[in-house]
Nanobody
Framework: QVQLVESGGGLVQAGASLRLSCAAS?????MGWFRQAPGKEREFVAT????????AYDDSVKGRFTISRDNDKNTMFLQMNSLKPEDTAVYYC?????????????????WGQGTQVSVSS
């Protein structure tokens, strides 16, 4: 069983940057970030393959967010730049047992508890 712990969330103004981290208790393969805004369903944000060679982003964050990972430290990151009020949500880290990246929530086996990101206008 792999445990995932997110950190790095907070309250910032529009245009600011934040860097989220996801620390895994063990080895993980494909990983991703999802988010859930108040009153909305959880949605895909970004994903990265095991070796970091493949990444994918939702169109709403493409060009502003960057996903990366450090397998030596079992840690994944999400660099978020040019934040907008609509980015406000709880951000969840997820890991899957396959090595490929995935946009599908159903293909992830492990989830973190989430970290709140709030962006004021």
């Amino acid at each position: 069983q792999v445990q995932l712990v997110e950190s790095g969330g907070g309250l910032v103004q529009a245009g600011a940057s934040l860097r989220l981290s996801c620390a895994a208790s063990g080895r993980t393969f494909g990983m991703g970030w999802f988010r859930q805004a108040p009153g909305k369903e959880r949605e895909f944000v970004a994903t990265v393959s095991w070796r970091g060679s493949v990444t994918a982003y939702d169109d709403s964050v493409k060009g502003r967010f960057t996903i990366s990972r450090d397998n030596d430290k079992n840690t994944m990151f999400l660099q978020m730049n040019s934040l907008k009020p609509e980015d406000t949500a709880v951000y969840y880290c997820a890991a899957r047992q396959a090595i490929s990246a995935s946009r599908l929530e159903s293909e992830y086996n492990y989830w973190g508890q989430g970290t709140q990101v709030s962006v004021s206008s």
